[in-house]
């Protein structure tokens, strides 16, 4: 019995053998062909969809018929070499390259942009913003994002979360922007020898964080289930929008008590209480917005978006003509935040409705714009060798004490020091505020500036541009990497019990609730990709 067990398993042993080899080959080849499927799906992957090309044209066809439009008005400056044409050009350029860079690249598209309007400066035709139809453009165009950009991030403001979370927002929103600030003014007494009124000026911008940059790779990480515990994206959202709103009234207080033709007192004081009279202004017309029109009115959303542009647009004028300097910042920010607040308490929920979606069309129109021709004020020609490393030392060390201060902050908020470490990383860029204040220097000199004020002004935009590039880039790429590393996954918290923090009213329906569960629901983005 022994000898047949052996002859059959000899028997059985010898057709396996065969049959392993053959299937061996075969998965090989069978292997082979799936490589070469995937390395084409891939390839397939980043080339724009049917989908993408038809809104590139849609979007290409509406360029060329304004284009073609605006030569009844502008005639020759519109036309190749001219000045406008130029300045078309720089943008669109800059639009392609940075989105290109982003679907290769974890950078965010704005990097791109800056960048190919700083290459457009130093290495392309001469500077299209000696022309004055050019360079008024430019200034007036640096009036309306204001209006977009604060209006667009507060219609996401989890007011609710706000509320129950306050110290921990605000003690993270103020902070290390106060810590920033004074620590730029020093370096840059230190180092670069500016009065200290320039370093406080440059410092209340370079002190603004932008959540945006660093918002999206966040909700995606909440979607894995990282972060949820302690609703990272959450923090990273409402603080860093708090910020901004932070930002837009100090530095618009130290820009007038600097520039503004008064005695120093009454500048300050003025400027003082126009944070208060922002509020205020922001609350009416905040609640304008929602009681005109009517709530079920069919034109509603078209009536209230109209609504607060132009509110915003005719505040930011009149805050700057009557010299009332943050008043009008914070006054669009608290508007959209109220209206939204209590558009919510009905049925449309934050970030997810109409208004909000015509200012993130409104965004991704202007983003380009802002972002390049901010780019666009970076002279290196301006720059020695010695200057650009004492920038760079007076940017980076101003940079690690606000992070110090953020790890601090959220550690004493109870968040571990892994979560501490990674809100710290989402602290570092810096690029909304800092590109629509570029040229608020050199625009709010004095008649008899003197040479060095000039020359100071002139270099306030390439420390900021240098900064949107630099920091920008490094936090796009370290939240990206770090953020798996950083925060764990929490499988305790139910997806129902984010959805209860994420909006003030309770869902209508099935269909709304399943909406409102996805990561667009608490999305603070300014920047919308």
């Keep these: 019995m022994t000898a047949n067990s052996y002859d059959v398993d000899k028997n059985e042993n010898r057709p396996n053998n065969v049959t392993t080899f053959e299937l061996g080959s075969s998965k090989t080849q069978h292997n082979v062909k799936e490589e ?30 304004l284009w073609g439009s605006s030569w009844f008005l502008l005639k020759d400056s519109i036309l190749p070499d001219g000045s406008l044409f ?15 860079l982003e679907r290769f690249t974890t950078i965010n598209p704005v990097v791109g942009m800056t960048l190919t309007g700083a290459l457009y400066r130093n290495f392309g035709p001469p500077n299209f913003l000696k022309d004055p139809a050019a360079d008024l453009i430019d200034y007036h165009l640096r009036r309306i994002y204001p209006v977009i950009i604060l209006t667009k991030g507060p219609l996401s403001w989890n007011w609710e979360y706000i509320r129950h979370n ?30 200290w009124y320039w370093g406080l000026h440059l410092g209340s911008i370079l002190a603004s964080v932008s959540p945006a940059i660093v918002v999206p790779t966040t909700l995606s990480l909440h979607a894995k289930g990282l972060g949820t515990k302690n609703q990272i994206s959450l923090l990273v959202g409402n603080a860093g929008g708090l910020d901004t709103a932070f930002t837009e009234g100090l530095c618009g207080v130290i820009n007038s008590a600097i520039f503004y033709p008064a005695p120093l007192v009454y500048r300050t004081v003025k400027g003082l209480l126009a944070i208060f009279v922002g509020i205020a202004l922001g609350i009416f017309w905040g609640v304008l917005s929602d009681e005109v029109p009517d709530h079920s009115d069919i034109y509603a959303p078209t009536i209230r978006s109209l609504l607060i542009f132009a509110g915003g647009i005719l505040l930011t004028y009149a805050g700057g003509y009557l010299g009332w300097g943050g008043a009008s910042g914070v006054a669009i920010m608290v508007c959209a935040g109220t209206a939204a607040t209590r558009w919510a308490r009905r049925d449309w929920p934050l970030t997810n409705n109409p208004v909000w979606e015509v200012y993130k069309l409104l965004w991704r129109i202007f983003e380009p714009m802002l972002f390049t021709l901010s780019g666009y004020f970076l002279d290196i020609s301006e720059i020695s060798g010695k200057e650009l490393c004492l920038i760079l030392g007076c940017i980076f060390a101003a940079l690690v004490l606000r992070l110090l201060t953020a790890f601090l902050v959220a550690l004493a908020n109870e968040l571990s020091v892994k979560e501490s470490l990674f809100i710290a990383v989402t602290w570092i860029p810096k690029a909304i505020v800092e590109a629509v204040l570029v040229r608020v220097a050199m625009d709010s000199l004095w008649d008899d500036a003197t040479a060095k004020d000039k020359k100071i002004a002139t270099q306030h935009a390439n420390i900021i541009v240098i900064a949107i590039l630099l920091t920008t880039t490094l936090g796009s790429v370290l939240t990206t990497v770090l953020g798996p590393i950083l925060l764990s996954q929490e499988s305790r918290v139910a997806p129902e019990d984010f959805y209860r923090t994420q909006t003030l009213s309770p869902p209508q329906s099935a269909n709304l609730d399943q909406r409102n569960n996805t990561p667009s629901t608490f999305q603070y983005d300014i920047n919308v990709q």
């Excluded at 499927?37 to 992957?45: A, D, E, P, R, S």
């Excluded at 130029?86 to 290109?100: E, L, R």
């Excluded at 003690?171 to 840059?188: K, N, V």
């Design 36 to 65: 070469t499927i995937t390395v084409v799906g891939k390839l397939l992957q980043v080339l724009p969809s049917v989908y993408e090309l038809r809104q590139y044209a849609g979007v290409f066809l509406c360029g060329l018929t």
């Design 86 to 100: 130029n300045m078309m050009g720089v943008v669109i350029a800059g639009y392609i390259f940075g989105h290109t």
């Design 166 to 195: 306050s110290l921990k927002v605000f003690s993270l929103a103020t902070l290390p922007w106060i810590i920033e600030c004074l620590s730029t003014a020093f370096f840059a007494h230190i180092l670069l020898e500016y009065p």
